[in-house]
């Protein structure tokens, strides 16, 4: 099981990453015009298969292709090939579908690859599809990132498809995808029916009320789903639905570790179904209810929950308005009361030094709190003295 507190700070599952030890060069082929020296198995693979198949070569998936042979050479076995379209390293030219097509290739057959991540790329749906076929083939994968990388519903439903017989993956990361309600329903779908899958990413991928509504309902039974996150679906309409379905959830539920509802526009009266469910709900370590609409309102029935609630460990509440009102009602529960909550974030809240100070008065009795997150609220001298 992860570890909360790293995954806020937006840290993989632990999977191995290679990491180059010497400047990278071959980023192009040398100055004579020659081809690119090819050393290592899958390098020379990769090389071919672009030759026989009149491809031009990506020179930074042959740099990386390289670090992984030398860590084969190594006897390293749980590889994460990482082949970030954001890396400092990248080229102008990112991995495109067809670049894809060739890794499959490679790595269907390769039992030394565990993790894949080429997130910020532009696979398109043509990626999607050779994601998919590799998500049939290769049995040693256990997490996969393609997070913004231009797939739409079709390629989300081909990828969702393919989890249906997979029992190796871990952790699928699809957000920024746009693969909308459309997509959200076949992956919905999916979580009745795949037992492997512990960990989901579906934020900003334009899902609908219907596919929110359908996890929710799909995660009353699913006992295997650890972490999920349904950030910025499209919602029209101020009866906050999505609130009430994920609240049943959270009572069925007895696995869910974390749980992500950014920009889900919950108010009050959502944030109050959420609670009511944490009054009999035994696992969730981790809930991000930050981008909404919550007040101090909101905050009275939080601060109520965790009097009795002992498993809540992460607490995110930033960009929404508790002001002081809210700050000093959860302060008070968490200088007498809670002793599980290890971390709150109420990043700009528009909170003034008299909330700012509570917190921190809090913080001298509490033993367990040990992060809090404050930036982007009123500070006043009293409270830069605490």
């Given at each position: 099981?992860?570890?909360?507190?790293?995954?806020?700070?937006?840290?993989?599952?632990?999977?191995?990453?290679?990491?180059?030890?010497?400047?990278?060069?071959?980023?192009?082929?040398?100055?004579?015009?020659?081809?690119?020296?090819?050393?290592?198995?899958?390098?020379?693979t990769y090389y071919n298969l672009c030759m026989e198949k009149s491809q031009k070569i990506n020179t930074f998936i042959l740099h990386i292709l390289q670090e992984v042979?030398?860590?084969?050479?190594?006897?390293?076995?749980?590889?994460?090939?990482?082949?970030?379209?954001?890396?400092?390293?990248?080229?102008?030219?990112?991995?495109?579908?067809?670049?894809?097509?060739?890794?499959?290739?490679?790595?269907?057959?390769?039992?030394?690859?565990?993790?894949?991540?080429?997130?910020?790329?532009?696979?398109?749906?043509?990626?999607?599809?050779?994601?998919?076929?590799?998500?049939?083939?290769?049995?040693?994968?256990?997490?996969?990132?393609?997070?913004?990388?231009?797939?739409?519903?079709?390629?989300?439903?081909?990828?969702?498809?393919?989890?249906?017989k997979n029992t190796t993956l871990k952790y699928l990361r699809m957000t920024g995808n746009k693969i909308?309600?459309?997509?959200?329903?076949?992956?919905?779908?999916?979580?009745?029916?795949?037992?492997?899958?512990?960990?989901?990413?579906?934020?900003?991928?334009?899902?609908?009320?219907?596919?929110?509504?359908?996890?929710?309902?799909?995660?009353?039974?699913?006992?295997?789903?650890?972490?999920?996150?349904?950030?910025?679906p499209i919602l029209y309409g101020e009866q906050e639905e999505s609130t009430v379905h994920l609240g049943h959830m959270l009572k069925e539920n007895h696995c869910l570790v974390e749980l992500h509802v950014c920009k889900h526009n919950i108010k009050n009266c959502g944030i109050k179904q959420l609670c009511d469910a944490l009054y009999l709900n035994r696992s969730l370590r981790y809930l991000d209810v930050s981008c909404n609409k919550i007040t101090c309102d909101g905050t009275v029935f939080l601060a109520d929950v965790l009097k009795s609630n002992t498993t809540l460990e992460v607490l995110d509440l930033s960009f929404n308005r508790i002001e002081n009102a809210g700050a000093k009602h959860l302060s008070e529960t968490l200088a007498s009361h809670n002793r599980s909550l290890r971390a709150l974030s109420?990043?700009?809240?528009n909170i003034q030094g008299e909330g700012l100070v509570a917190l921190s008065q809090s913080m001298k009795t509490n033993p367990t709190l040990s992060n809090v997150y404050i930036w982007g609220n009123k500070f006043d001298e009293a409270t830069c003295v605490r």
């Open positions: 099981m992860w570890d909360p507190g790293k995954e806020a700070a937006g840290a993989g599952p632990g999977f191995p990453t290679p990491v180059p030890t010497t400047t990278p060069n071959p980023f192009s082929a040398p100055a004579d015009g020659s081809a690119p020296e090819v050393t290592g198995h899958l390098q020379e042979d030398e860590e084969l050479e190594k006897g390293s076995e749980g590889i994460t090939l990482n082949i970030a379209g954001n890396s400092r390293l990248m080229p102008e030219e990112r991995v495109t579908g067809k670049d894809f097509w060739i890794l499959f290739r490679i790595l269907k057959k390769s039992p030394y690859i565990s993790g894949l991540d080429v997130r910020y790329n532009l696979i398109s749906d043509v990626g999607a599809y050779y994601a998919a076929r590799l998500l049939q083939k290769q049995h040693k994968l256990v997490y996969l990132n393609l997070m913004f990388n231009d797939i739409g519903p079709e390629g989300g439903e081909l990828i969702a498809k393919a989890l249906h909308e309600n459309k997509g959200g329903m076949f992956f919905a779908a999916m979580l009745q029916i795949n037992s492997s899958l512990e960990k989901l990413d579906l934020g900003d991928c334009d899902l609908g009320m219907q596919s929110v509504i359908a996890f929710a309902t799909v995660l009353t039974q699913n006992q295997t789903i650890k972490g999920i996150n349904l950030n910025r109420v990043v700009s809240n």
